[in-house]
């Protein structure tokens, strides 16, 4: 007598939705359970995501938020690629844990891959957890390499004494269009091809958090930084305010740029400002640790075989692009 196993046949890829939401948050919340179980943190549940992030990566992916459905039309599998001009990063991607096994997801990682190339992407990665060496072997073998770490830090920040924020939503509509343009030439000018207009419009949008800026005394524009505020778990209250790009022309700039978000924290009443900082930039890391952030958590960027990330024009210049939602 053979034991029941489940239908493996998947049918994709399709683009996804904000219809899909929920059957992309089981999958999520599922598969990276799973995956904590097999490391050995078996008391590790993942939360499912806020669904307005879900919103987010997918009006951010556009075409690129790919999903695949089982035989009873339920998703199976998803990867959300995003492109930010020439830089090209897939997050976050699953299958689910019934699934896994058949070859899904080479299928889901190959797809997307292509989709990015095809699109003209310069740079193109994703990032994992680099104490599993399952998944850094699995990316391996589909052409992706190790690279440099993302640490995540964060840091308590008091609420009082600090200067009125600077941010884009409080400038007049001309001016907002004026303050973009500037964003987009200074990422442009720090590596050229890299432009955040997207992400920057769609998180005013849809209520996400904001843009500080920082403007020299004649009015150019020295350092942006992109936040989120909203929680990232569907069941957490708003307690942090997370950097998703940042983009600074000196050291001077981007210690600025930190204390612009931090004011603009302070402003909506919220201790905890969290960075992801890509190791390559040491003297930034410094900077914040010197500043009182810790290290709260590692992921390890794997990049694609010929779209490696590439050294920016100016030496001292920061550019943080946040690989994850």
Known sequence: MRAWLPETRVTGPERATERDIDGLNRVFAE???????????????????????????????GAGALIWRDERDAVAAFNIAHQAGTEGWMGPLAVRPDRQGAGVG??????????????????????????TPENIGFYARLGFAPGHLTVTLTNEITTRGRP???????????DKDD???????????????IDF?????????????????VARPDGALDAMVLWHSIPLAESRTRDEVRVLKLAARSAEAFDA?????????????????????????HDAFRRLIAR??????TDLRMIYEGYAERDLTTPDGVLFSNWEI
């Open 31 to 61: 598969a990276f359970t799973d995956r904590y179980r097999r490391d050995g943190l078996v008391g590790v549940r993942v939360p499912q995501l806020n669904p307005l992030v879900w919103r987010y990566a997918l009006l951010d992916a």
């Open 106 to 131: 080479k299928t889901i990682v190959t797809t997307a891959t292509d989709w990015l190339v095809e699109r003209g992407v310069q740079t193109l990665g994703l990032e994992t957890m680099p104490r």
């Open 164 to 174: 009125a924020p600077a941010l884009l939503s409080q400038r007049s509509a001309g």
């Open 179 to 193: 303050a973009l343009a500037a964003a987009r030439s200074l990422a442009d000018a720090l590596l050229p091809g």
């Open 197 to 213: 207009s997207r992400e920057i419009l769609l998180t005013a949008e849809l209520g996400l958090g904001d843009t500080s800026l």
């Open 257 to 281: 740029a930190i204390g612009a978000v931090e004011a603009a924290a302070a402003h909506a009443g919220i201790r905890r400002v969290a960075v992801r900082c890509q190791s390559r930039y």
């Open 292 to 297: 009182g952030y810790r290290v709260r958590w």
